[in-house]
């Protein structure tokens, strides 16, 4: 059945000079506003979900999102953050920390190249301060590997070497270094063969890990692995449902009723599937969490977006009428949107999801913030500036 998404953005005229002006009193602008909005909205939460566009690259926004974290942490009590990441690098963060061998480039491998920027430095010493202290739990949700995934890399060769039978221990092993480090040539081609060799290796390895003596984190790069080569070569499962497993994984470990704050894109952290082809992770959670759950959509009318230290690029106005043009109407330099602003509004074209489509946006998130004019981040290597 066809999700309530349409690709047809109308908005009458009448309408938005109606709604506009009624919508943005009271809604909050500016950064302290905005994050004050959305802490005192969403305080008693267990699970809060925080979006961004799909561009992964946009610096005001990063910015909300990091004093948003910080405040749900120091101000409502949340205990985890979740990233969009690879969650390899996590897993030997997190053991790092328990041997007391944690540093923060470690952590910046972790969470990788879309968000080591300038402006997250202080905030991501202060994630490595809560975390090495006891106070905050981090994680990945993702089963890719990453550019950053040094973990991934010097761990899960052997990893899968000793979750498969002593025959193919050897054959495992150079079969994922060579992937993980991409060392292929004319005698070792990356074909169907070797798709195949990776994909039964990891497969091989994930269902053997009981067996084997495996730790938890073990079995969980294990089992990761497995899945990003079952996708690769056969399509499924897809990234939502990787990060939602990944998401039960990391919650199962927590004490109960844990509160929980996930770092996705927008369109991950949307409670309605839509017209998307798969089911997004925050559709996946809505429904067994309900109204403990908060998913926080992240927009801009216009300004310019750079991911992981590519090349900068235009962000072209969002049309007239859109949801981006109304909120920044008034030359709000960023805008808090609540449900119920977001139903008021109606069926309005957006570009929550990265292309431009039509909907009422109530019904897929319980709020949005939106930048005016976004500005492309200065990246840093892991660790810090030179």
């Not at 025959?167 to 495992?172: G, K």
């Not at 063969?193 to 497969?203: K, P, S």
């Not at 990787?242 to 039960?248: I, S």
């Not at 798969?278 to 969490?289: D, F, I, Q, V, Y």
């Amino acid at each position: 059945m066809r999700g309530p998404i349409s690709r047809a953005p109308v908005v009458p005229a009448l309408l938005v000079l109606l709604i506009a002006p009624m919508d943005l009193s009271g809604q909050g602008s500016g950064s302290e506003a905005v994050e004050a909005r959305v802490v005192e909205a969403f305080c008693d939460r267990q699970v809060v979900l925080l979006g961004e566009l799909p561009t992964h690259g946009e610096a005001r926004g990063f910015q909300a999102k990091a004093g948003i974290v910080r405040r749900l942490v120091e101000e409502c009590g949340f205990e985890a953050v979740l990233f969009e990441a690879p969650i390899y690098d996590f897993l030997g963060f997190q053991q790092a920390v328990v041997r007391g061998e944690a540093t923060p480039e470690r952590l910046d491998r972790a969470i990788g190249g879309f968000w080591l920027t300038r402006g997250l430095s202080a905030w991501r010493s202060w994630l490595f301060e809560q975390a090495v202290d006891g106070r905050l739990v981090l994680g990945g949700l993702d089963d890719q590997v990453s550019a950053s995934s040094d973990h991934a890399r010097a761990t899960l060769p052997d990893l899968i070497a000793r979750g498969v039978t002593p025959d193919r221990s050897s054959e495992c092993r150079e079969a994922i270094e060579r992937n993980l480090f991409w060392r292929y040539d004319d005698a070792h081609p990356f074909d169907d063969v070797e798709m195949m060799r990776l994909q039964e290796c990891a497969r091989a390895a994930a269902e053997g890990v009981d067996r084997e003596g495996f730790d938890a984190a073990e079995v969980a790069m294990t089992v990761n692995l497995a899945s990003l080569y079952d996708r690769q070569r056969d399509g499924g499962p897809d990234r939502d449902e990787a990060m939602h497993r990944n998401f039960r994984w990391h919650a199962d470990r927590l004490p109960a009723d844990t509160r929980i704050i996930v770092w996705t894109a927008t369109v991950h952290a949307t409670l309605r599937q839509g017209e998307r082809d798969t089911k997004p992770l925050g559709a996946r959670l809505s429904e067994t969490m309900g109204d403990r759950l908060a998913a926080i959509g992240f927009s801009a009318f216009g300004g310019h977006s750079s991911m992981a230290g590519g090349p900068v690029r235009d962000l072209p106005d969002a049309p007239p009428g859109s949801l981006e043009a109304i909120a920044t109407s008034a030359d709000n330099a960023r805008v808090y949107l609540s449900r119920e602003a977001l139903r008021e509004l109606g069926i309005v074209s957006s570009r929550l999801f990265g292309r431009t489509t039509s909907a009422d946006w109530s019904l897929f998130f319980d709020a949005v913030v939106v930048m005016h004019e976004e500005t492309a981040p200065i990246f840093d290597p892991p660790g810090g500036a030179n």
